[in-house]
């Protein structure tokens, strides 16, 4: 069993910057891929961006949408159970509930979030215009 708790959002002016966190419990934090997904306002849940497992083949590769690429970029800290989502250039459209996920899955379609086990409970990031 994994839990995750994400924090770091909040609001921040376009153009702007934040870093959100989402530390993990439990052990074998470094067997799971992880997710980042939001959910904008009247919006369906989309993917943004995945670090995978060290299990994985290429272990720690990282994976964005293409709206996130070059602005976004996702990091882990294995020895502290934590995943990263630095987010630069901030648009008024990233507003949204950013969630984690983890999956202990390997050989999946890291974009499709129904293949992760476990989800943290989301912080909330409004970019102002």
């Known amino acids: 069993q994994v839990q995750l708790v994400e924090s770091g959002g909040g609001l921040v002016q376009a153009g702007g910057s934040l870093r959100l966190s989402c530390a993990a419990s439990g052990r074998s934090f470094s067997s799971y891929t992880m997710g980042w997904f939001r959910q904008g306002p009247g919006k369906e849940r989309e993917f943004v961006g995945a670090i995978t497992a060290a299990v994985t083949w290429r272990g720690g590769s990282t994976y964005y949408a293409d709206s996130v690429k070059g602005r976004f970029t996702i990091s882990r800290d294995n020895a502290k159970n934590t995943v990263y989502l630095q987010m630069n250039n901030l648009k008024a459209e990233d507003t949204a509930v950013y969630s984690c996920?983890?999956?202990?899955?390997?050989?999946?379609?890291?974009?499709?979030?129904?293949?992760?086990?476990?989800w943290g409970q989301g912080t909330q990031v409004t970019v102002s215009s």
């Open positions: 996920a983890a999956t202990g899955k390997i050989d999946i379609t890291w974009s499709l979030e129904v293949f992760y086990d476990y």
